[in-house]
Protein backbone atom coordinates (compact mmCIF):
# COMPACT_ATOMS: atom_id res chain seq x y z
CA UNK A 1 0.00 0.00 0.00
CA UNK A 2 2.76 2.73 1.05
CA UNK A 3 4.80 1.43 -2.38
CA UNK A 4 1.40 2.86 -4.14
CA UNK A 5 0.92 5.85 -1.93
CA UNK A 6 4.78 6.62 -2.84
CA UNK A 7 4.72 5.72 -6.12
CA UNK A 8 1.65 8.08 -7.20
CA UNK A 9 3.47 10.88 -4.64
CA UNK A 10 6.49 10.79 -6.80
CA UNK A 11 4.25 10.55 -9.81
CA UNK A 12 2.71 14.00 -8.83
CA UNK A 13 5.92 15.87 -7.85
CA UNK A 14 7.32 14.88 -11.52
CA UNK A 15 4.03 16.35 -13.00
CA UNK A 16 4.16 19.67 -10.89
CA UNK A 17 7.92 19.65 -12.34
CA UNK A 18 6.82 19.65 -15.67
CA UNK A 19 4.47 22.31 -15.65
CA UNK A 20 6.68 24.42 -13.50
CA UNK A 21 9.34 23.97 -15.93
CA UNK A 22 6.74 24.40 -19.01
CA UNK A 23 5.67 27.85 -17.48
CA UNK A 24 9.26 28.97 -17.15
CA UNK A 25 10.18 28.30 -20.83
CA UNK A 26 6.74 30.28 -21.48
CA UNK A 27 7.82 33.18 -19.46
CA UNK A 28 11.29 33.00 -21.23
CA UNK A 29 9.59 33.20 -24.37
CA UNK A 30 7.82 36.19 -23.14
CA UNK A 31 10.70 37.85 -21.51
CA UNK A 32 12.87 37.75 -24.81
CA UNK A 33 10.08 38.97 -26.87
CA UNK A 34 9.99 42.01 -24.93
CA UNK A 35 14.29 42.20 -24.09
CA UNK A 36 15.81 44.90 -26.36
CA UNK A 37 19.23 44.09 -26.15
CA UNK A 38 21.11 40.52 -25.73
CA UNK A 39 21.73 40.82 -22.18
CA UNK A 40 18.11 40.95 -21.53
CA UNK A 41 17.15 37.90 -23.46
CA UNK A 42 20.84 36.17 -21.20
CA UNK A 43 19.25 36.92 -18.44
CA UNK A 44 15.64 35.92 -19.37
CA UNK A 45 17.37 32.50 -19.97
CA UNK A 46 19.58 32.28 -16.94
CA UNK A 47 16.13 33.16 -15.23
CA UNK A 48 14.37 29.79 -16.84
CA UNK A 49 17.58 27.86 -15.86
CA UNK A 50 17.04 28.88 -12.13
CA UNK A 51 13.01 28.20 -12.33
CA UNK A 52 14.06 24.61 -13.61
CA UNK A 53 16.88 23.58 -11.08
CA UNK A 54 14.83 25.02 -8.72
CA UNK A 55 11.57 22.86 -9.62
CA UNK A 56 13.93 19.67 -10.00
CA UNK A 57 15.29 20.35 -6.24
CA UNK A 58 11.73 20.66 -4.80
CA UNK A 59 10.59 16.94 -6.78
CA UNK A 60 13.63 15.71 -5.41
CA UNK A 61 13.05 16.95 -1.77
CA UNK A 62 9.19 15.87 -2.25
CA UNK A 63 10.62 12.43 -3.11
CA UNK A 64 12.54 11.80 -0.33
CA UNK A 65 9.63 12.77 1.94
CA UNK A 66 7.97 10.18 0.26
CA UNK A 67 10.31 7.33 0.44
CA UNK A 68 10.45 8.33 4.46
CA UNK A 69 7.27 8.42 5.14
CA UNK A 70 7.08 5.04 3.48
CA UNK A 71 10.01 4.04 5.67
CA UNK A 72 8.23 5.04 8.76
CA UNK A 73 5.01 3.41 7.78
CA UNK A 74 7.03 0.30 7.53
CA UNK A 75 9.23 0.94 10.73
CA UNK A 76 5.85 1.50 12.74
CA UNK A 77 4.32 -1.37 11.35
CA UNK A 78 7.07 -3.44 12.08
CA UNK A 79 7.32 -2.21 15.85
CA UNK A 80 3.16 -2.67 16.58
CA UNK A 81 3.78 -6.27 15.43
CA UNK A 82 6.60 -7.00 17.78
CA UNK A 83 5.42 -5.62 20.63
CA UNK A 84 1.92 -7.50 20.72
CA UNK A 85 -0.81 -5.15 22.87
CA UNK A 86 -4.04 -7.38 23.79
CA UNK A 87 -6.73 -5.80 22.30
CA UNK A 88 -9.30 -7.19 24.66
CA UNK A 89 -10.62 -4.76 27.20
CA UNK A 90 -11.80 -6.07 30.66
CA UNK A 91 -15.44 -7.58 31.27
CA UNK A 92 -17.65 -5.78 33.53
CA UNK A 93 -20.27 -7.46 35.82
CA UNK A 94 -24.34 -6.18 34.12
CA UNK A 95 -26.20 -5.10 37.08
CA UNK A 96 -29.01 -6.66 38.17
CA UNK A 97 -32.37 -5.69 37.06
CA UNK A 98 -35.31 -5.67 39.12
CA UNK A 99 -38.98 -4.87 37.72
CA UNK A 100 -41.50 -7.59 35.95
CA UNK A 101 -40.34 -7.55 32.59
CA UNK A 102 -43.11 -5.10 30.95
CA UNK A 103 -40.55 -2.02 30.00
CA UNK A 104 -40.15 -1.14 33.78
CA UNK A 105 -36.56 -2.23 34.59
CA UNK A 106 -34.50 -0.17 36.25
CA UNK A 107 -31.27 -1.01 37.82
CA UNK A 108 -31.47 -1.91 41.28
CA UNK A 109 -30.80 0.30 44.13
CA UNK A 110 -27.94 -0.02 45.94
CA UNK A 111 -27.72 -0.76 48.95
CA UNK A 112 -31.20 -2.66 48.67
CA UNK A 113 -34.43 -0.43 50.39
CA UNK A 114 -37.00 -2.34 52.28
CA UNK A 115 -39.05 -4.49 49.56
CA UNK A 116 -36.98 -3.57 46.81
CA UNK A 117 -38.84 0.07 46.79
CA UNK A 118 -36.28 3.07 46.20
CA UNK A 119 -36.53 5.74 48.80
CA UNK A 120 -39.37 8.17 49.14
CA UNK A 121 -38.89 11.77 49.39
CA UNK A 122 -40.49 13.43 52.10
CA UNK A 123 -42.42 15.65 49.74
Given at each position: MQSAKQ????????????????????????????????????????????KEAEAKMDMHVAKEAHAEEKLMAKQSHYHVSQSHVPHHTPVTTPQPVVGHGYGHNHPAAYPPTAMGHHHQHPY
Amino acid sequence: MQSAKQKLSDLASTAKKKMVICRAKAEEKAEKARARTKEEKEIAHERRKAKEAEAKMDMHVAKEAHAEEKLMAKQSHYHVSQSHVPHHTPVTTPQPVVGHGYGHNHPAAYPPTAMGHHHQHPY
